[in-house]
């Protein structure tokens, strides 16, 4: 048994619904980082449980140390307290997997699932390519997918991960802490019980794409022969009407047949969404942003 865990707030809500679509036969929870957000998904998608940031925060007191912390340090923060709040609501031997906003799936989430082993924990390499090995620095794992099954190694690694986070999730790369993902790199001190999920097609990402052979072959993306399932569109965004900055130049990616299978694909569902909803003052970015993306020539009309 699965259960789905996100987190996300306004400017996120397009890229939210396009991937809670792909997994809507399951237990969906969405931590709403402002009222906007859970109003939203409480009027348009009954299936899914929202959960206000307020309800945490008091839980765990975690107010004083919300004053302290910068914004994104804080919504890191709170990543690891959701998920051990989430573990009083399912069942033993159940797995919570945690998914960043700005996933997608292009497969069959029963093929994700498949993947998924008796291990207590599974985590997401970032394996980064030749040219972005540079960013180990920030860690050998990606926390944009995790999964925790609800045993005592699952929860002993969840709550020492809890911890460590509370004391420091710094945004300033250190030797032992990079915000909420560098504790990752210790998990394996803490149990055997974890499985590294070295699929080519699970958390494929600007910084590992190019290190992959691709082929399109009946419509489906595969990559070193194995099918494109999970997609991270790290830093890409509408900058406004069809113009996205994609963010793969950042990673010396270059836009070709394949990328553009995968950013196009996304763009095309993004805008049905945003058509449905009407939502798109929580995607369109400032001037500031779309010149700067402009400048670095990382701008692509897409679907």
């Known amino acids: 048994m699965f259960s789905y865990c996100l987190i996300t707030d306004r400017n996120y809500i397009n890229s939210t619904i396009c991937l809670t679509n792909k997994i809507d036969r399951q237990n969906i929870n969405i931590l709403c980082l402002d009222d906007y957000t859970e109003k939203f998904f409480n009027l348009n998608f ?8 307020k309800k945490i925060e008091n839980k765990f007191n975690l107010l004083n140390l919300k004053l302290k912390r910068e914004w994104r340090s804080y919504v890191f923060t709170l990543k690891s307290f959701f998920l051990t ?5 399912i069942q033993k031997d159940e797995y919570l997997v945690y998914l960043d906003s700005d996933l997608y799936l292009f497969s069959d989430l029963k093929k994700f699932e498949q993947n998924i082993t008796k291990s207590s924990i599974h985590i997401s390499p970032h394996n980064f390519d030749e040219k972005n090995s540079f960013r180990t620095i920030y860690g050998d794992f990606n926390a944009g ?13 969840l709550d020492w991960w809890k911890r460590k986070c509370f004391e420091d999730c710094s945004l300033s790369v250190s030797e032992n802490v990079y915000a909420d993902q560098k504790y990752l ?13 070295n699929n ?3 958390n494929t990402a600007p910084w590992n794409f190019k290190k992959y052979k ?9 990559l070193d022969n194995n099918e494109l399932i999970i997609y991270h569109f790290h830093s890409f965004k ?3 009407s069809k113009f996205y900055k994609t963010g793969l130049k950042e990673y010396d990616v270059v836009f070709d047949e394949y990328t553009d299978f995968i950013y196009s694909s ?23 942003e779309i010149l700067k993306s402009f400048f670095k020539q990382d701008v692509r009309k897409l679907y």
């Not at 709040?85 to 609501?89: C, G, S």
């Not at 997918?145 to 690694?157: S, T």
């Not at 790199?185 to 999920?197: A, C, E, Q, R, W």
């Open 46 to 53: 009954k299936s899914i449980t929202t959960h206000n940031v």
């Open 85 to 89: 709040y989430l573990m009083d609501d």
């Open 145 to 157: 997918l995790l999964i925790f099954k609800k045993d005592d190694d699952g929860l002993k690694v």
């Open 185 to 197: 790199n210790k998990f394996h001190l803490l149990t055997k019980s974890i499985k590294v999920l």
């Open 200 to 202: 080519p097609g699970i």
């Open 214 to 222: 691709c082929e399109i072959i009946n419509n489906k993306l595969y």
């Open 238 to 240: 509408m900058l406004f």
């Open 266 to 288: 996304y763009s095309k569902e993004l805008k049905t969404i945003i058509d449905k909803f009407e939502n798109k003052n929580n995607t369109n970015a400032n001037i500031k």
